[in-house]
């Protein structure tokens, strides 16, 4: 069974300073992996979708790395705004659309 | 395009009725549907997974007497919770996939669910 976990779970930055968000997961026989940001008593918002046979993508401040062998991403956002405060999810496609999510990871940044 | 809306965003009972949740794909027909539960702080947990047409499949551990799930047509699912009670209580959010040419899934912008 997938594991999918979320490092840190919380944390506050000021403003304009870089994030990086943790993810690993357990079985490196993914077919893709997403960024989602949910807002407090929210849905989600897709941020970034990278294919298994990809390494990184961008958009905007937003980078996304993937380490399939080391079964690991990390999401970068850059120059973090207040508007960046919300929760970001990790999850991880076996190839069977079934996505298997982390608990997240709840960012705080502070003007 | 894309867009997956529930309905109701919010709803409160009374222990042991019953609640109905709908999830429509407006933009698009989803021959997948997924039902996901998510408690606070928690991550989301499938539920099941139904194919337009045919029964749902679910996932270990949750009963499938408890929450019915039609998928009567490519644009609806209805997930209903049956006698509920106060541990029903959670943020339930279904997604849609197909019908665009990829299996990415659409996310609605969920239901909280409140058993008194």
């Known amino acids: 069974k997938q594991e999918v976990t979320q490092i840190p779970a919380a944390l506050s930055v000021p403003e304009g300073e870089n994030l990086v968000l943790n993810c690993s997961f357990t079985?490196?026989?993914?077919?893709?992996l997403q960024w989602f940001r949910q807002d407090p008593g929210k849905g989600l918002t897709s941020l970034l979708l990278?294919?298994?046979?990809?390494r990184e993508q961008t958009s905007g401040r937003l980078n996304a790395s993937l380490d399939k062998s080391s079964g690991r991403s990390t999401l970068y956002i850059a120059a973090s705004q207040p508007g960046d405060s919300a929760t970001y999810l990790c999850?991880?496609?076996?190839?069977?659309?079934?996505?298997?999510f982390g608990k997240g990871n709840q960012v705080v940044v502070i003007p | 395009g894309a867009v997956v809306s529930q309905h109701p965003s919010w709803v409160i009972c009374k222990s042991g009725t019953s609640v109905k949740i709908e999830c429509r794909s407006l933009?698009?027909?989803?021959?997948?549907m997924f039902w996901y539960r998510q408690f606070p702080k928690q991550s989301l947990m499938l539920m099941a997974t139904?194919?337009?047409?045919?029964?749902?499949?679910?996932e270990q551990g949750v009963e499938k007497d408890k929450f019915l799930i039609n998928h009567a047509s490519l644009t609806l699912s209805t997930l209903t919770v049956t006698s509920a009670h106060p541990e029903d209580s959670s943020f339930y959010i279904c997604?849609?996939?197909?019908?665009?040419?990829?299996?990415?899934?659409?996310f609605g912008p969920g239901t909280r669910l409140t058993v008194l």
């Open positions: 990278i294919q298994s046979s990809q």
């Open positions: 999850a991880v496609s076996g190839g069977n659309n079934r996505l298997a």
């Open positions: 933009d698009f027909q989803a021959t997948t």
């Open positions: 079985d490196s026989a993914i077919y893709n």
């Open positions: 997604s849609a996939s197909g019908g665009l040419g990829t299996d990415t899934q659409y």
């Open positions: 139904s194919n337009e047409g045919s029964k749902a499949t679910y």
